[in-house]
């Protein structure tokens, strides 16, 4: 393509339009975090942290806070043990089934949370009759830690899956060759070299789980709320837009400085879900 | 998705059992490696099973408790599903205009923001992969990136708020003024169909970009220059080389945004005012708190059966190779 000094200026332009559209909202967001008035209207006027303060200080924001937190842990321990499982299956072996198995995989993630939300909600609600037993699994903390470590599983498995294939097999066939038996090449050669990713993958399937808003919607159950669900439900009532703004603002703070750190570890493109 | 991901032939049969004569001592682990080494088939077992477990049991078994779930009539005074067949749900929910309609428009604004999405990143990802200083490039991409991990709730809401005509309820609490865009540009769509498709390029633009970008920086300039050399403008190599080698790139980009805009409702919905049922996830969500659930649940076929059907195509495009 002729490389001409406009076309550049042009796409250069186009560009520092996108990021401005990506980032305008955010930073109107955090601006009103700090706004005197109890609006969202723009311009703001003058500013104060009294909001920070009544935000951190509530108990609803705070206790909703930590169960997402408690919920997003469990999903990420379970997504990393399944999803570095599958990683390694999928990896290490070629077998029947196997492209049917990636399906399997990415499935949770590509249908809309609503058929995932209502089909997991459907199934929690019902007695399940085993013959020996029956159970129904009902819904709170531990109905969200299953419905949100579904759709993780393929997270951890994209980053630890990506690992492997860039790590060259050679290491393995010289550790054998230097009589390192499999366990031995595992802690020395396999889980240095997926380690990273492994944090790069927890990392993601973490802010993946604490952003959730539609499964999370079907499947938490009446007494059990999510940051996410609180901010939904504040959303409306006028008096806590204020709040609303800060908690926007603080997820946004603690998120992106995350989302850069598993980039860096995940070593490249490999990171988003 | 890991199929994405480039795909390096011949590592599957790797761990060649070299190196056993060498050893003479036998540590613990030593019998448990070589049992291992013995049975393939046992290793590899206990590796797949309990992931496809969970993912059969947890959710293809929810899917397809979820299609019965369509199959069942509702008591019309409990409001609770009953035990008894009926086709009625099935019916209604594919044969009603009412509800076609909805699905029609909801897979028209997924594919316009699809559209959008496309024609912000083409531009955007080309002049980052290969215009800008290569300096610049990875702290391009990261800071395109970025805004996909700062929430999805904090984004429907930011767009509301910016949104907010003047003297909405919304804006105007405390003060008379409007948002963001009707202040600093004097203009604003408000709330509806033109803020939700708005709300939901930002919202997965990024998705887009990446593989996009992933595949241009794959792309040889020598390719670029060589149809340069031979007479092509810019246009034409644009049509003839970059397009046919991005096309499973955009495909791939393309099911995050088609995908997730047409199962979503909740910024759709903060984006519009009040009983507007612009998205068919809304309509599926009023079924539900109707309560008609098993009604609801034929809905959720729509959706379902759209992607399953969006995802092959996109397969068949190269969306889940190389990409």
Wanted: proline content about 6%; charged content about 10%.
């Amino acid at each position: 393509m002729g490389n001409s000094r406009l076309s550049k200026w042009v796409l250069g332009l186009i560009t520092a339009a996108t990021l401005a559209f990506l980032y305008t909202p955010m930073l109107v967001v955090a601006r009103l975090s700090i706004n005197k008035a109890n609006s969202v209207a723009w311009p703001p006027r003058g500013w104060t942290l009294n909001w920070w303060r009544e935000a951190w200080n509530s108990a609803g924001p705070r206790e909703a806070f930590l169960n997402s937190v408690k919920v997003a842990l469990a999903a990420t321990a379970i997504a990393l043990v399944l999803g570095t499982l599958g990683a390694f299956a999928m990896q290490r072996f070629s077998f029947f089934g196997r492209n049917a198995v990636s399906f399997l995989m990415v499935l949770p993630i590509a249908l809309p949370g609503i058929v995932t939300g209502i089909a997991l909600q459907n199934t929690f609600s019902r007695r399940i009759d085993l013959g020996l037993f029956d159970f129904s699994v009902g819904f709170g903390f531990h109905s969200l830690v299953v419905a949100h470590a579904t759709f993780c599983v393929v997270v951890a498995y994209n980053n630890v899956i990506a690992r492997l294939r860039r790590s060259s097999p050679n290491l393995l066939e010289a550790s054998a060759d230097l009589g390192a038996h499999a366990t031995q090449t595992f802690r020395l050669i396999t889980f240095p070299l997926v380690r990273s990713a492994l944090v790069a993958g927890g990392i993601l399937a973490f802010a993946l789980s604490f952003d959730e808003i539609v499964v999370t919607t079907f499947t938490a159950g009446a007494g059990f709320q999510t940051l996410p669900q609180w901010i939904l439900a504040n959303f409306s009532r006028p008096r806590f837009i204020p709040v609303v703004n800060v908690l926007a603002t603080f997820v946004m703070i603690v998120s992106i400085p995350l989302a850069w750190l598993a980039q860096k570890l995940s070593g490249g493109s490999g990171g988003s879900p | 998705m890991g199929e994405r991901l480039e795909r390096v032939p011949g590592i599957e049969t790797s761990v060649v059992p070299v190196g056993e004569a060498a050893s003479q001592p036998s540590p613990p682990g030593r019998n448990v490696s070589r049992f291992f080494r013995g049975h393939r088939r046992l290793a590899l077992a206990g590796l797949l099973t309990p992931p496809v477990f969970w993912l059969l049991v947890v959710y293809i078994g929810s899917l397809v408790l979820l299609v019965f779930a369509a199959l069942f009539k509702l008591d019309p005074i409990s409001q609770k599903p009953t035990t008894s067949f009926t086709l009625d749900n099935l019916r209604a929910s594919f044969t009603e205009w009412s509800v076609v309609k909805v699905v029609f428009r909801t897979v028209l604004i997924a594919a316009g923001v699809t559209a959008l999405c496309l024609a912000v990143a083409l531009p955007t990802s080309f002049f980052i992969a290969k215009l800008a200083p290569k300096w610049m490039r990875r702290g391009l991409i990261v800071s395109i990136l970025l805004p996909l991990w700062a929430g999805y709730l904090v984004k429907g809401y930011a767009w509301r708020a910016m949104l907010s005509p003047a003297g909405n309820s919304f804006a105007a609490e405390g003060s008379g003024g409007g948002g963001f865009l009707v202040s600093v540009f004097g203009w604003t769509p408000g709330y509806g169909r033109t803020g939700v498709i708005l709300a939901l390029t930002y919202l997965w633009l990024p998705y887009m970009v990446l593989p996009i970008y992933a595949g241009l920086e794959r792309l040889p300039p020598s390719l670029l220059d060589a149809a340069g050399d031979l007479g092509a403008r810019p246009m034409r190599t644009f049509r003839t080389v970059i397009m046919p080698l991005l096309l499973p790139s955009i495909a791939a980009g393309s099911i995050f945004t088609f995908s997730l805009s047409l199962g979503d409702y909740i910024v759709p919905q903060l984006v519009t005012d009040g009983k507007q049922r612009v998205m068919f996830g809304t309509f599926i969500n009023s079924t539900l708190g109707a309560p008609n659930q098993p009604l609801a649940a034929a809905y959720t076929l729509w959706p379902l059966l759209i992607i399953i059907a969006y995802l092959f195509a996109m397969k068949r495009l190269g969306a889940f190779e190389n990409v």
